[in-house]
């Protein structure tokens, strides 16, 4: 039988992948996301207790389901309420007394593909603060923890989850209905949900902690979702561009971690390992968005600005013949629709590739009092590569200490002390 550690191990993977999935299966039939996520969790509970006495299911996503399901149906008998539910759900749920049987049956659980979808669309209603939309979906539909989101956003844990708890109970006051509302009804959603798709792909493409570089599951969910997306509003020029921007800068993956996991920096990735279908598919995607544009007479948006850096990445042969005075200019344009210290620090490096780290150093002093980058390991990361390209190896070293002990990804914090190490012995100048 395996060990407890490794069946928490196995169940960690397996809600990592489904979670999202049982959520809202969960929430179409109860109509309830709080209660969705209440009996998802308790499934979770259950299977820390069983699974290492009885073994791991054969499909233990749809054992989760089959667990969830049933503890759905427990809470409205406790209630006493919404009766013909219950009998529904009774009805679809499998044999209470034969839990470890009735998963592999195909008919119980097949998951909706637009089922997800949904899920974000109701995170990200307008009763919600943008705020709380984003908090609560990146918590029910990516299954970041609230520590995780708290770093994305650089605000206290406490603060998360008091708008994730005020979030579910508003919606649930609201009655807000499981549905993807009408397109003319998209308005005042559709940015929410593009911004949250696409903060589930940024988490996947870079973790902000765990011993992970990159979390592939959330990628290519954020990936499948922005392609139902682009079917759904073929004429939003945003939702094609934010499809181009995800196809491309997945196109990296391959290349981005070493054999040992360790990141592989854009310098020294080996551009032949590049996948060239996403590629293709990315700078279709951005055409389709420039045409959508064009066709309503406007330019482009922060994500399209976004997806033509990453184009310009794309179809260059090294980081030598990379044309980076476009990149530097359309990061300005980026800088000018959106602005954000992170903007400007992305900015810095591309200057630093056009002029030289010198002119880069100056832009990125100048970010060191910059709140939303306090305490993060982006502006030290930044500043040690630089200085050390000015040939002030100490300082640097100092800086790649200083990322390495604000980073929260295990994988990232042993790279920045690599770094560090390989400074030790440069001598200044160099």
Known sequence: MDSAA?????????????????VAALTRTTGDLGMAEDAAQDAVSAALRQWPAEGVPRAPGAWLMAVARRRAVDAWRRDERLQQKYRLLARESPDPASPWGAPESAALWEPVEDDVLRLVFVACHPVLSREARVALTLRVVAGLTTEEIARLFLVPVATVQQRIVRAKHTLAEARVP??????????????AVLGVVYLMFTEGYAATAGDRWIRRELTEEALRLGRILSGLVPHEAEVHALSALMELQASHFAARTGRDGQPVLLADQDRTRWD????????????????????????????????AIAAVHAQADSVETTDWPRIVL????????APSPVVELNRAVAVSQATGPETALRVVDRLRGEKALRGTHLLPAVRAELLARCGRPAEAREEFLAAAGLARNEREREALRDCAEDLAVRPEGT
């Open 6 to 22: 490794t069946v928490r191990r196995r169940l960690e993977a397996v809600w990592r992948i489904e979670s999202a999935q049982i």
């Open 276 to 307: 060239r279908a996403r590629i293709r598919r990315g700078l279709q995607s951005l055409d389709r968005a420039d045409r959508a544009a064009a066709r309503r007479g406007r330019s482009r948006g922060p994500y399209a600005l976004l997806a």
């Open 178 to 191: 499981f549905e993807i509302p009408e397109r003319e009804d998209w308005g005042p959603r559709l940015g």
């Open 330 to 337: 359309l990061y300005e344009a980026l800088g000018r629709l």
